[in-house]
């Protein structure tokens, strides 16, 4: 007989509130001292290598905690405020190892516990290489979010994992003006990487607000002045994707203002690099603001062009790229090269542009194809990515390329996709190379990430590079045998950190799902059969379907309300051939294992769920309330 498997899954938020309603009443309800505190592992879920330290002392007095290192280097401290009552967030485990974490007061009292982890999940991947010292990286980690072979990380200055998490938070990691952190969540909305938007969360892995999107979040977001933020998005309903961006309310969720680069751009077949297809023409993967301007400049992989435009109007104001293939109506919106024309080198297929403060423009060029025309496309082997820095004269149209970092290194350094770039101060600069693929040992020809989901996988490995740079040396690198998309550098905690309670908000929209109309039959014909494998898991704020399908069958999820209302929700079941997989962590071993997810925004009541195929409809004996 069919089985359907159903799980209610709470939210994120709820879970860790009533976790932290747990640990605190307990420590309410007991007396821990500094010589018997209370310890909680991983209280929030998030992150394994965190803890929580719980205690009290008859004196109001300062805490120091120090989570020893397995040299006395990688010691990680942090001082907390003065109080009798003391919740100690501790971060910087190591993975199964009894840690030594010291309390220290100010009183001069101290006591050492163990705190014993689990073993590290296994997705984790190992360094192979860190080159640098305790003296100049000091307690800082680099984070990095996974493309392929890996989950979300963190590395200190020896290549010791001291936190990761195994929720699969996509994109970029970057820490805003209150000390949290921002990236996007593990909730897909779509393949091969929406997800429903952003967590604003700490290290420990507490999650204070998740902004909802209607059109899901992809690829990056920029912290305004005023604390608002840009997150860049899609119309879901749309035969296009990641071609808009919008501003957010930083207390509501609400949307403020969006663009739409439809209406600035022309698109495919035009001026398209040689991964541009229809549906992704533009594949937006970084947003920056420039205050002095009042303009948002903006990275299109798939046209091998960084823009300018208005942040008011949305007008194109100038194009940073190769000008080859372009309608003769936008050539006024290119620069001309200057300075030394045999150092010069466009970008292509490039990442993370950044407006640096004597506003040049700093970027990672990823170098894919490195040209145009198909005609002169360079093969990976033979190909560079970099860092680069160029300097324009919005006046004169004119733009010299004055540093790069990597054309030295060549096929060594070539990540055709994925990678960064961070800037600290003049000439002390952070270069990704986040997506380097090798078959059978060598640089591989075409993506790495694609190559790993067909026949010849097992010949697959990946690598990605992590340098520091400070004034032309190198003083980081960090290897590890992963793709990653972004690499920060950050210390775990920040300045005056302290532990932060009560239920996080979600905020924002998943918007109402498109419906489809198409005739349901009055009876269903008993439950969907074994071969489909139906899952369903109910959230607070959506459904999410799943099945096997055959490729092409014509699928629509039924939501049957108690009052005769239906709703019909059109399932593809055609797979798509990504071939710009920035994030390759979603994907599943059988691409016809379909996910189909409807927002509970616009119904109310009980449904009960069936499932209509090639006419026939089946019943789950699953309702979910909305």
Known sequence: ??????????????????????????????????????????????????????????????????????????????????????????????????????????????????????????????????????????????????????????????????????????????????????????RLVGMPYYTTGIYEMNLGGKVFKEYRIPGGYHHDHFQMKDGN????????????????????????????????????????PVAGSGTQDAEDWFHNNAVWYDEETNSLLLSGRHQDAVINIDFQTGKLNWILGDPEGWPEEYQQYFFKPVGDLEKFDWQYEQHACVLLPNRNIFLFDNGHWRSKNKEHYVPNSKNFSCGVIYRIDTDKMEIEQIWQYGKERGAEFFSPYVGNVEYYNDGHYLIHSGG???????????????????????????????????????????????????????????????????KGQLLGSLGVSKEFRVKVPAESKGLIPDHYDARIWEEEDRIQFSAIFSEGEDAFLILRGEDGCVHKYHIKTTGADHEAMCVGTFQKENPQDIDKFISKEGLKGIYKVEILCEGTLYTTNVTIQA
């Open 436 to 502: 380097i693929g090798y078959q059978n040992g060598k640089t591989c020809e075409g993506m790495a990430v694609n190559l790993v989901r067909g026949p010849e996988k097992d010949t697959i490995s990946f690598n990605s590079i992590t340098c520091e740079l400070l004034n032309n040396e190198v003083v980081y690198e960090l290897q590890v045998p992963a793709n990653f998309y972004r690499a920060e550098k950050l210390p775990l905690y920040y300045a005056n950190e302290v532990a932060e309670f009560g």
């Open 229 to 268: 933020l840009l997150i860049l998005t899609e119309d879901l309903n749309s035969s296009t994707v990641e071609d808009m961006c919008v501003l957010i309310d930083k207390q509501t969720g609400e949307i403020l203002k969006s663009w739409d680069f439809k209406n600035i751009l022309p698109q495919y």
């Open 1 to 186: 007989m069919s089985t359907i498997k159903y799980q209610n899954m709470q939210h994120i938020i709820t879970m860790q509130h009533e976790s932290e309603q747990r640990f605190l009443e307990e420590f309410a309800q007991g007396n821990y001292t500094l010589a018997n505190p209370l310890v909680k592992l991983n209280p929030y879920f998030i992150a394994p290598l965190t803890a929580m330290v719980l205690f009290e002392t008859p004196i109001p007095v300062e805490v120091t905690i120090i989570v020893k290192g397995i040299e006395v280097q990688g010691n990680i401290s942090h001082r907390f405020p003065r109080g009798t009552r003391h919740i100690i967030p501790v971060y910087g485990l190591y993975g199964d190892w009894e840690n030594e974490v010291e309390l220290v007061l100010s009183t001069g009292e101290r006591n050492t516990i163990i705190i014993k982890t689990d073993k590290v999940d296994e997705r984790v991947p190992h360094a192979t290489s860190c080159k640098t010292t305790s003296s100049y990286f000091g307690d800082n980690l680099v984070f990095m979010t996974a493309s392929m072979k890996s989950v979300p990380v963190g590395y200190d200055y020896r290549g010791d994992l001291r936190w990761y998490s195994p929720y699969n938070f996509a994109f970029d990691l970057k820490r805003i003006d209150n000390g949290h952190i921002l990236v996007g969540t593990e």
